[in-house]
């Protein structure tokens, strides 16, 4: 059989032949080339250099404000009509970046969600290669089981279920529960990197320890056991406990006061969650961070390759990016996108977790960053 080309009549697409800056004059020979280039499937660069390759970064995700209070209550919704089970396997509604064409990201790596969880339910277990963490803005009663070790979720805890690790969840409260997740979905889907395999209907442990085995392992300050050497992917560490985050930023803020250097800006005190065996960030793909503003705090204008989502974990203020402004308070989440410029304002003391994609761009070497104007 001879091999021959496969024609597409319908090209997504069209293009036209136009004078402007190096561009040929139209022609008929020239609009007959371009119906051409269109049966292969084919763009020529002098057509869409603009476009491809602008002087910087023109993100299609837009700066966004999500309302966790309309979360909370389209997710309680949720949970008087839609099961948890096998298929569904979770009650989890994403954020959709009004510049992405209703894909559920949040930006063009990075997805987020609020998940709910009623009493005595069970989130079945399964596993895929997405990196995934869970930020509880408030509640406990849910333990995330995590190959099998239960860890407990409660207010201000940031846990991670790295990729292909098998979880459920299951709630032994009385009452619901809802929290943040963040994974790296957007990016996994885009590279066609994604695997995923179930796992058993309910989680095999039900039990409820204050802690869970890999905190009892790896939680130790500045301390790693010996029986487990050299670094892994991501952190060992099943979660990063409010108690000492809180500890972390409240003695940086009073270390300004007495004097002695070691915050962001002045008012701004911020940490890492980083994976202790090699000092990183906690997953290959994925940065977090918590943040502290004094009130009547101004950040610095900042802007950055790669993208974030912000959520108010406590008090209020502003957040602009770029020409957009909005005022905020707990709960609620903000997209930044690439290369878009990001103020934070504190009218009173506010509190903020921060996750961010930074993590693929240092890799391939295409990080920037630029700071701009000085903090009130």
Do not use: C
Request: hydrophobic share 35%.
């Amino acid at each position: 059989m001879t091999a021959t080309a496969e024609h597409h009549p319908v090209s997504p697409v069209r293009l036209r032949a136009t004078a402007g800056p190096g561009q040929p004059e139209p022609t008929p020979d020239l609009e007959d080339l371009y119906r051409g280039f269109e049966q292969e499937l084919l763009v020529p660069l002098w057509t869409e250099i603009g476009d491809l390759m602008p002087t910087s970064p023109a993100p299609q995700a837009r700066g966004h404000l999500w309302r966790w209070a309309n979360l909370l209550r389209l997710a309680e919704r949720s949970g008087d009509l839609v099961p948890v089970g096998r298929g569904g396997e979770r009650r989890a509604i994403a954020l959709a970046n009004p510049g992405l064409g209703g894909a559920p990201f949040a930006t063009p790596t990075l997805w987020a969600a609020i998940q709910y969880l009623k009493p005595k339910e069970d989130a079945p277990v399964h596993r895929h290669t997405q990196n995934a963490f869970r930020f509880v803005l408030e509640g406990e009663g849910v333990w995330t089981v995590v190959d099998g070790d239960p860890v407990a979720m409660r207010r201000g805890d940031f846990l991670l279920t790295p990729g292909w690790h098998f979880h459920g969840h299951h709630n032994q409260a009385d009452f619901p529960m809802a929290w943040l997740d963040g994974l790296d979905i957007p990016f996994a889907y885009q590279t066609g990197s994604t695997f995923f395999e179930d796992g058993p209907e309910q989680v095999s442990d039900h039990s409820t320890p204050d802690r869970s085995r890999a905190e009892r392992l790896w939680a130790h300050p500045g301390l790693r056991p010996v029986s487990q050497p050299g670094p892994q992917t991501s952190s060992p560490i099943a979660a990063y406990r409010w108690e000492h985050t809180d500890a972390a930023l409240t003695e940086q803020l009073d270390l300004e006061t007495e004097g002695h250097p070691g915050i962001v800006e002045p008012g701004h005190a911020a940490v890492r969650f980083t994976n202790p065996t090699t000092g990183g960030d906690v997953m290959p793909t994925i940065r977090a961070e918590m943040h502290r503003l004094r009130a009547g705090t101004t950040t610095a204008r900042r802007r950055e390759v790669g993208s974030a989502v912000w959520q108010v974990f406590d008090g209020t203020g502003t957040v602009q990016v770029d020409d957009r402004s909005w005022h905020v308070g707990r709960g609620d989440l903000v997209a930044v996108p690439s290369w878009q410029q990001l103020t934070i304002g504190a009218e009173t003391g506010l509190d903020l977790f921060r996750f961010a994609d930074t993590p693929i761009f240092e890799r391939l070497n295409a990080d920037r960053v630029q700071v701009e104007g000085a903090p009130s």
